[in-house]
């Protein structure tokens, strides 16, 4: 009777997770379950207030776009963190590192995912219908693109970049000047768009023309916020638009940008 009792357990539990479509339950218990499996990689990449956000994104992911849409903002994590630990005592020593050596809290989280989670909500309440469903979940992976791209153009840049420009003069500046690229470090940012657009395709978020569109959406925001940070963060009467703020406005815009070359493309294409 106790192993029929187990055995039980672990049926609901598989039934659970494979609910389809998701729901608040299956969301919830399948997060906990995976963040509870995978808290030794998630300490290395998250403080404690950043793991309760990012189990918040998880839940609200999983029950937007199920186990795939999951998978890929897992993805984005671990390349994001990879790359965000690539050299770090050389940029703890240049003073180029991020705060607590990488490790990301809730701002950083939720300024890193606001897109996503505006398309994760647009699709729980069918905001649309089906005909802009499809819309948000490009919106959603669009935004992952851009910010793993961001993200490791940025640290790969401060790690192997050999000369560092300022977008809008093309100075030779600093590693990790606000608005700086490399050409290292847009190469790498490139390919992790390419790789997390790929993967989006090969799990059903996204269509091949879809994954393209996410590609090059991401790399107009990157240019598009390379230019903010050099121009305006944290200058003065911006006080307020810091790290954070400026990821915010990346993403979203490499989500609005995909979606309206998407919009364009099917009216050119009809």
């Known amino acids: 009777m106790h192993a029929s009792s187990i055995q039980d357990a672990i049926g609901g539990a598989i039934s659970l997770v494979q609910s ?14 995976i963040f509870l499996l995978g808290s030794p990689i998630l300490v290395t990449g998250l403080s404690l207030s950043g793991i309760v956000a990012a189990f918040l994104l998880g839940t609200l992911t999983w029950r937007a776009f ?32 991020e705060k607590r050596r990488g490790r990301r809290g809730p701002g950083s989280v939720i300024g890193s995912s606001a897109a996503g989670c505006i398309c994760a909500f647009l699709t729980i309440f069918g905001v649309g219908g089906e005909t802009f469903s499809r819309l948000w979940r490009l919106g959603f992976v669009a935004s992952f693109c851009t910010k793993l791209s961001d993200t490791v153009s940025s640290e790969i840049g ?25 050409v290292e470090g847009t190469l790498a940012g490139i390919v992790a768009s390419v790789v997390l657009a790929f993967i989006s395709f090969l799990v059903g978020e996204v269509g091949s023309h879809e994954a393209i569109i996410c590609v090059l959406a991401a790399q107009i925001a990157n240019l598009g916020e390379s230019v903010i940070g050099a121009a305006l963060q944290e200058k003065e009467g911006f006080k307020w638009l810091n790290n954070d703020a400026v990821n915010v406005i990346n ?17 050119w294409c009809s």
Do not use: C, D
């Open 158 to 182: 401060k790690a192997y970049g050999k000369t560092t420009y300022l977008v809008t003069t093309f100075k030779v500046v600093p590693r990790g000047t606000e608005g700086a690229v490399s």
């Open 20 to 33: 389809s479509p998701a729901t608040w339950h299956s969301a919830l218990f399948s997060n906990a379950m």
């Open 251 to 267: 993403i979203l815009m490499g989500s609005i940008i995909a979606v309206f070359m998407q919009q364009a493309l099917q009216i």
């Open 66 to 97: 199920g186990p795939s849409g999951f998978f890929l903002v897992a993805v984005y994590f671990v390349i994001g963190t990879a790359a965000t630990k690539v050299k770090m005592a050389q940029k703890v020593a240049q003073g180029v590192a």
